[in-house]
């Protein structure tokens, strides 16, 4: 991305506009605020992929009907400290937010709260619920099933989306921890810079149509479109010999909490068409969790452990040619930081996406 | 391992072995019993690192105090849904054992039970008490931390031990998914294969004392022995190119979830010693966790949901030159039935430690 002329927004400015193109759309009022934020909070980050780079996506995804805009999310079972919901093919992020604040409450209540949704979309980044937690003195848990792009350890096929896992947990003075992490090696984005280059790309990142690993990330991205096979390769690589089935394991346990435990689309079979090739619902499923430190000891003692540990780990000694060891989280709470400080750098191609979307639903934008 | 003229032994004949030394060397039968359990279970699943080759480490462990056989584990805070115990410095199994069957009990009466253990020892595998929540249609979770070996992405020291996670969920006709992951990319033990045959082993598995990579597993051995830097690299390898950060990301998770929940030690503080050399209590901490299905859709369906997942993911196709692909456990499962109907096969050396065990604690051994 171009530094020396870019175009940058402030958070809230970028938030307005989003609300305000969700609102145009049709998507409730307060629904329309839940999504922009975690849009904004994407970007604000440093997740660049998952933020109003994505807006065109969403808009056309209401648009052809896959995300409903007047969905009437419900809840579809309850216990003292677990519930479904069911998202009825709107949004993802409005009832992943209520799904999250449910968790809380019920982890409030009684220690531990854990909320599934299904028939639902794609909902952001996998962070932004875990964080959610983090106030209230919780450990917070998020994870997803998404688009098929992940081919399981021998596999020739994908049979899973980059299925991330997002676990927060406070710390004292330093920083929360907040792993937010996709299960396959690298994101579909990845390979793109590569095919944009034309270079080849690192070994190990994905599989060609017959399922054993190539350098061509064009060829990859070419197979997607045409469900030629190959794909992402689970965190760990090819095969066994650094652990490719342990991604596959994390991949497929995030399709059990998220899909098959709601009642949501698993494996493959998430982003269903109709016979002539019109998109239906994604009817993916997410997993949401809050857990109570005080449940098991006084939390002003784990938030000083954490800041020692978190010290301890920070403060050894660095690899040769490393000079710094990173805490899952840091470097986007450095980017936000930053982000906040001078606004969010959007490229060219992203502004000029916004631009007509903002024309064509007749909504203010700066850019 | 020699395969023609192995030494085998029937399960049960192991485990009433293992009780006995147990019970020999002052532990309380009940105690006795649930620690050969777990070690048996290794050996039966496959898992002969964490089987009976470990007996003499326990029998060690117990002799120099370091295991104290008159531990009094006791519940050191509770809510309806978590709950923290002191092992009181004693074997990891017994009070494991219990605080999975605590969380059981907590899931039953409000859907969701947690329970974490510090001031403990090595417990064995990780799977063992996951899969305790099976029977009663609930998904259960393990992991613990141990004896420090993996580095943190960029960090010449290792500050982790191989924490594994193991999450486990059933099925209804297929077999449950059984997830028993260390988060590092290999254990010790693969290292030490290429060690005894001198063999260099693949780039990506460990570094040595300067941080950077190596495939000299005999150097990394020695360099673990005196703690002279380096070690196994986390799942996803060196630096962030395959994404080491993410199982960077999870060993932390684990020390968190572990460790600093409970109050347990983390990090690289965990096996201290006395100022002479001499080994104290481990003070390593596990987590428990048990979620009823049936706290989000009914039992039935979730299962029939799991085997339908499970039976595509198999029957997909498969990457050229592969003719299978493994849901998480299955390998684990095939091996315990074979082992169940021949006997579970014992190395030489390990045969030839139990008769010594035997002899010195006067505990009748068959082998």
């Given amino acids: 991305m171009a530094q020396e002329t870019q175009f940058r927004i402030w958070p809230e400015e970028l938030k307005e506009f989003c609300t305000r193109v969700f609102v145009a759309l049709g998507v409730p009022e307060r629904d329309a605020y839940i999504t922009a934020d975690v849009l904004v909070a994407a ?3 440093g997740v660049d992929s998952h933020g109003v780079a994505r807006l065109k996506r969403y808009v056309d995804g209401i648009r052809t009907g896959m995300m409903r805009v ?4 419900r809840v579809v079972h ?3 400290t677990t519930a479904t919901i069911d998202a009825d093919g709107g949004l993802g992020q409005p009832p992943s937010y209520r799904a999250m604040e449910m968790a809380i409450a019920k982890a409030e209540k009684l220690g531990a709260g854990f909320v599934a949704v299904r028939n639902s979309n794609h909902y952001g980044i996998a962070g932004y619920y875990a964080m959610m937690a983090l106030d209230k003195d919780m450990i917070g848990i998020s994870t997803t099933n998404a688009d ?3 081919v399981p350890t021998f596999g020739r096929n994908a049979m899973f989306g980059t299925n991330p896992i997002a676990v927060a947990a406070p710390a004292g003075k330093e920083r929360p921890f907040v792993l937010d992490m996709a299960t396959s090696v690298v994101p579909r984005g990845k390979l793109e810079v590569y ?5 080849p790309m690192p070994d190990g990142w994905a599989t060609d149509e017959t399922g054993v690993g190539t350098t061509d990330a064009t060829r990859v991205l070419r197979n997607f479109a045409t469900r030629a096979g190959g794909g992402l390769l689970p965190l760990g690589g090819e095969g066994e010999l650094h652990s490719g089935h342990k991604g596959y394991g994390l991949a497929l346990l995030v399709d059990i909490l998220s899909a098959v435990l709601p009642g949501a689309a698993y494996a493959d079979l998430v982003y269903p068409k109709t016979p002539d090739g019109k998109p239906l619902p994604a009817n993916i499923g997410h997993f949401f969790g809050a857990l109570r430190i005080d449940g098991f000891r006084p939390v002003h003692e784990f938030k ?3 800041d020692e540990l978190i ?5 050894s000694p660095k690899a040769q040619g490393a000079d710094r060891i ?4 840091e470097k986007e709470f450095e980017k936000q930081a930053e982000r906040e400080a001078n606004g969010i750098p959007l490229h060219e191609k992203v502004v000029a996406t916004l631009r007509q979307i903002a024309v064509e639903l007749n909504v203010p934008f700066s850019g």
Avoid: C, S
């Fill in 43 to 45: 970007d604000l980050r």
């Fill in 70 to 73: 007047d969905a009437k999310p």
């Fill in 78 to 80: 309850e216990t003292p």
């Fill in 148 to 150: 098929v792009l992940v």
């Fill in 195 to 199: 095919d944009r280059l034309g270079k």
């Fill in 304 to 306: 000083a452990d954490m």
């Fill in 311 to 315: 010290t301890r780990i920070k403060n």
């Fill in 326 to 329: 990173y805490i899952h989280g």
